[in-house]
């Protein structure tokens, strides 16, 4: 059974930085491409970051090109997002998203952690 | 970038009729489409891809038809456990990969 795993949700200040982690389980990590994808709240869904299983290439959405990095751990069965200098906008639920093998459309979602901005 | 949008923003509909849900792109997509379920407090789930592929789980009541810019996601009759809101996604051209703004089908 796939499973994805978020973490490191939390409350940060306006500028502050913050490492979300998500543990991949249930198939071949390093076969896959990841997401992280975004949802304020009450709000739509909003692609942030993408990274093909070698880690190359690398796609980040305007909204965060430049403060935020995506990485992964395939040893680690690892997905993460490093996130600097925090804005308010930033505030949302994030969610680790997995393509499809063969498309690209997202086939799995981990459950979200929140992240809050706010001072 | 291609820009989605869906219509209505909320459809009201009673247990056991239809629901007729619209996604439209800027651009065309081909069939490069994809249509996910949000429950309150829960993640997404892919629901359609191919634009009218169903993923395994989800009952023969969902279809979703439709390509190029128009596309259209039907329940032939709405159960409770389906009242949700409804993502399109396009994955024809991308990055970024792009939403629509979601229509909410809630009880009548």
């Known amino acids: 059974e796939v499973q994805l795993v978020e973490s490191g949700g939390g409350l940060v200040q306006p500028g502050g930085s913050l490492r979300l982690s998500c543990a991949a389980s249930g198939f071949t990590f390093s076969s896959y491409s990841m997401n992280w994808v975004r949802q304020a709240p009450g709000k739509g869904l909003e692609w942030v970051s993408y990274i093909s299983g070698g880690r190359s290439p690398i796609y980040y959405a305007d909204s965060v090109k430049g403060r935020f990095t995506i990485s992964r751990d395939n040893a680690k069965n690892s997905l993460y997002l490093q996130m600097n200098s925090l804005r308010d906008e930033d505030t949302a639920v994030y969610y680790c998203?997995?393509?499809?093998?063969?498309?690209?459309?997202?086939?799995?979602w981990g459950q979200g952690t929140l992240v809050t901005v706010s001072s | 970038e291609i820009v989605m949008t869906q219509s209505p923003a909320t459809l009201s509909v009673s247990p056991g009729e239809r629901a007729t849900l619209s996604c439209r792109a800027s651009q065309s997509v081909g069939t490069n489409l994809a249509w996910y379920q949000q429950k309150p407090g829960q993640a997404p789930r892919l629901l359609i891809y191919g634009a009218s592929t169903r993923v395994t789980g989800f009952p023969a009541r969902f279809s979703g038809s439709g390509s190029g810019t128009e596309f259209t996601l039907t329940i032939s009759s709405l159960q409770s456990e389906d009242f949700a809101v409804y993502y399109c996604q396009q994955y024809y051209n991308w990055p970024p990969f792009t939403f629509g703004p979601g229509t909410k089908v809630d009880i009548k």
């Open positions: 998203a997995r393509k499809d093998y063969y498309y690209d459309f997202v086939d799995y």
